[in-house]
């Protein structure tokens, strides 16, 4: 059933559920994620959304269904090896690397384009300097990308959270994935940063990367989305263009008046 | 190349003061043990400091290395310098298959663990009587000899550790600074992140666990045929404890930090005749205190402090004496 569809769906989810005892976080949900889109996923707090995340990202195991990421079957794959595949995560609560600086960050995202391990590294082979080398110009260009390259040497304890929030995105597309999964972006930002946010994901999108976007930022998911599901409860409640939802009624009283 | 600007002023220094004090006590003989404990520090500060994964148990690495180059050279007769490389791939086999079950553990539990580990080799060492030769220990030790010239005299042993302790800095030095180094920089800071961006932590963690366990057994295979003599006693879980406290006073993750923790460390009891009693609670105090009132260790804070200090001179003599080209 995947396989025949796996030419224009990245990502593809099939009676996922999460339960964590009694509380059932995520149930029987089902949705595909076209290749080449912003794929929001809207809903109240605590309706599940990082929950999925989590599962995606096989940070949690499901208690049931099946993800099939680029038409393979990847549920359970350890987070490093969909990371090798093409996935790239951000974070809800900011895991930037504190002891490093803006570059050296964005370079460890850059991890899955070198090869050299710690033998080649401590005696600084002639093929670890090249690599060094390239690594750090993609790194550059992720910057590049973000907008930040003059904070390439700056420390990241140092700097404000705004900027933070862009550095993780920054770290993730070095890596050049194909499905880029952002959770919560937006939150924390002031709303010149969130404008400047909303642009860098279209482009995000129209530099090829599928995108998948936890928001609680109506006016930036409508505004950019090309498809929006929302999530009530840990169930889909709805999915369509943005049109469509905003204008459901069962959304407007789950979600909207709930909030 | 001003990357290892700071390592060719300190290799110059080391090999500088055995050429001019051939003969000085404190600077061979003493200095020798320096620079065991520095490539011992070094060694756990790229796992304890960069990877973020503390080991309690690593003089029982060191330990190993002796013994085995011990056992091999004077029961079997191997060449010490062939014995030197089977006692490092046999500490590398035992680490990687230790690693797997511990290194999944984390903070305290991960402490106990090697705590658990280095003292369950450490009563190895002193009740397998028929193979360690027990608490007496082992003596006869053959000394080391390159291209049939014996390394003799404390002169030269100096200058052996001290060229290998020098390519140990050189290669934690290249390592912290390589897609490597920030791999286990990234394990430090957050292992999740480490994963999604497809670092595999456990491989990182068990990579440089087994490298730093080699580094302690190969200098502990120096150091068998230097004394020419093994007990137990110099592999206690207190030396490990001695090691922790030498990587958290330089400053966890500076390699340097952990050269300059080795050398104070090593110093002060050789200066302050009371540390003979009391030394586990001297080591102690110093661990509490630099853990309260230096997080980031002596030497960091030291290392921060100055070149602050220096940019502020810098600053202020900049706007004192405007020059074109200088830029603030
Ligand atoms: N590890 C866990 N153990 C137990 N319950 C959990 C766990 N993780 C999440 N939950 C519960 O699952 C539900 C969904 O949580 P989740 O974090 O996925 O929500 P969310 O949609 O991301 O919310 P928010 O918008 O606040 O980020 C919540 O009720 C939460 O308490
Ligand atoms: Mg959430």
Redesign the interface.
Known sequence: MAMETAGSYILEVQGLEKRFGGLTAIGDLSFSVEKGVIFAVIGPNGAGKTTLFNML?S?YTPTAGRIFFKGQDVTGM???R???LGM??T?QNL??????TVL?NV??????K?R?????????LPY?LQ??KM?RKDAEAALEFCGMADLANRSAAGLPYGILKKLEIA??L??GPELLLMDEPAAGLNDSETLELSILISRIRDSGTTVVLVEHNMGLVMDISDRVLVLNYGRLLAEGVPKQVQTDPRVIEAYLGSD | MKRLLGFYIFAVLVLGLGLLFPDDYYVTVVGTTVIQNIVLAVSLNLLMGNAGQISLGHAAFFGMGAYISAILTTRFGINPWAAMVVSAITVAVISYLISKPILRLKGHYLAMATLGVGIIIHIFMVQADSITGGPDGMSDIPGLSILGHAIEGDFAWYMLFALFMLFVVW??L??VD??????L??V???E??????????ARVKT??FV?STVIASLVGSLFVHQQAFVSPESFSFFFSVELVTMVVLGGL?SVFGSVFGAVILTLLPEFLLVFEDYEVLIYGAILMIIMIFLPDGLFVTMKRNILHWLQKRKGAENTEHPSPGMEG
């Open positions: 990202t940070v350890p987070p490093y969909l990371a090798r790239g995560r974070f895991q930037i690397f504190m002891n490093m050296e370079m460890v995202g850059t991890h899955i070198g050299q391990g710690i033998l080649a590294a401590a005696l600084r670890v690599e060094e690594l770290r993730a070095a890596a | 290669a934690a290249n390592i390589s897609r490597a180094g920030r791999a920089a990234a430090h800071g957050s999740i992140a480490a994963q999604m961006v497809g670092i595999d932590t990579h440089i490298f993750a």
